[in-house]
């Protein structure tokens, strides 16, 4: 069996961050975060939004959480997967299918978002990274996404 696809985010807080992708939950937004991981991105993008308890958001290359990638927005993929410490999902507007290139990552358990937000990750090493990137909204000094690279299924 093929290896799962990784995403690793070399974060600014000291280290990198190796996230699981689920394209068997959400394979048009696992696509879509490979894809632009590809480009470059979200080399360089901060996490503008970090709420300690809840999660740390980024993605936006505005830094403003009111910005996206050029490509069009994404149909929801909801899945009964649980927003709980380590998952990776998108964020977007009050409409479901606004998804374009941010996401949040969750702090701790955030079960209230299921069935609401699209999975698409899941952290398996290096949270204590995330768990470093200052907190604010925005922080005064954000903590960034370094480098990200995705390592294909072989």
Request: aromatic share 6%; glycine share 12%; charged share 20%.
């Amino acid at each position: 069996m093929a290896d799962a696809e990784r995403l690793t985010l070399t974060l600014s807080s000291g280290g990198d961050v190796v996230i699981k992708l689920r394209p068997d939950l959400a394979p048009g937004h696992v696509e879509r975060i490979a894809s632009l991981a590809e480009q470059g991105f979200y080399d360089g993008v901060p996490f503008h939004r970090v709420i300690p308890g809840f999660m740390a958001q980024g993605g936006d290359p505005t830094g403003r959480g009111t910005g996206g990638s050029d490509l069009p927005n994404l149909k929801a993929e909801f899945s009964s997967e649980p927003h709980v410490r380590g998952i990776a999902s998108m964020a977007r507007t009050q409409d479901p299918n606004s998804a374009n290139s941010q996401f949040f990552i969750c702090l701790d358990d955030a079960t209230f978002l299921d069935n609401q937000y699209t999975v698409w990750g899941e952290v398996e090493s290096g949270m204590e990274h995330v768990d470093a990137l200052p907190a604010g909204e925005p922080p005064r000094e954000p903590g960034k996404i370094v480098k990200a690279t995705v390592s294909r299924a072989s």
